[in-house]
């Protein structure tokens, strides 16, 4: 990402040295590329179009729907009412000694003690497999 980053900033410097760019607003002018440096500026922006108008909302929604945490999922000991018991919690916030999480299993918010961080951050099924 770093790559492609630097290299519209590059494209970027060609239109001002080209004469593609008002040097005093910045504003593209009119003029249509006409060397190699050019064209490649042009790509990179029509890259840049498309990777922020197509590419990253995708990987967003896939990271939204996949099933996994996005935050730490931690075991931890749980007062169920009936004593403790080991439960998998979403953390959503620390308190004092313990960790304020959602209860996977349970479907509650919960207070937990003595916890332990998960091996598996995977909380539910990915949306295309339900």
Do not use: F, H
Request: with cysteine; proline share 2%.
């Amino acid at each position: 990402m770093a790559l492609v980053s630097y290299a519209l900033r590059l494209g970027v410097i060609v239109e001002y040295r080209t004469g593609r760019r008002e040097r005093g607003s910045g504003r593209r002018t009119r003029t249509s590329p006409s060397g190699r440096l050019e064209r490649a500026a042009d790509t990179a922006g029509a890259a840049a179009l498309l990777l922020a108008g197509v590419v990253l909302p995708v990987i967003a929604l896939i990271g939204a729907v996949d099933g996994c945490s996005w935050t730490s999922v931690v075991e931890c000991d749980v007062d169920t009412g009936q004593g403790n018991a080991r439960a998998r919690l979403v953390e959503l916030g620390r308190k004092g000694n313990g960790v304020v999480g959602r209860d996977i299993q349970g479907d509650e918010v919960v207070n937990g003690v003595n916890c332990g961080v998960s091996d598996d951050d995977v909380v539910r099924a990915p949306l295309w497999r339900s």
